[in-house]
């Protein structure tokens, strides 16, 4: 079945750096784009990033332009997202997701989430 599963949140000081890792299994990794969501207390999920099949197109959340990196390993099946200069507001869960295609529906797949807290 398939399964994605983050590793590496913690608590973190303003201005510090996290890398977060999604270990997946059960599809064809290189075949489907990516996303890391986070979801902060009482707000909705929103979407941070993603990176295309093959590595070679991301996008990513304004507010994480420039401090944030997502990246890819196919051979490894794992999806990475490097946080830079964390602020406060960064604070939330981080959920990594691929839209899998099942017997012809796109279907949304989560990982149980992993807590990033940036406090001092």
């Known amino acids: 079945q398939v399964q994605l599963v983050e590793s590496g949140g913690g608590l973190v000081q303003p201005g510090g750096s996290l890398t977060l890792s999604c270990v997946t299994s059960?599809?064809?990794?290189?075949?489907?784009?990516m996303s890391w969501y986070r979801q902060a207390p009482g707000k909705e999920r929103d979407l941070v990033a993603t990176i295309n099949s093959v590595g070679s197109s991301t996008n990513y959340l304004d507010s994480v332009k420039g401090r944030f990196t997502i990246s890819r390993d196919n051979a490894k099946k794992t999806a990475y997202l490097r946080m830079n200069s964390l602020k406060p507001e960064d604070t939330a869960v981080y959920y990594c997701?691929?839209?899998?295609?099942?017997?012809?529906?796109?279907?949304?797949?989560w990982g149980q989430g992993t807590q990033v807290t940036v406090s001092s």
């Open positions: 997701n691929s839209k899998i295609v099942r017997l012809g529906n796109a279907v949304n797949y």
């Open positions: 059960g599809f064809t990794f290189s075949w489907y784009a």
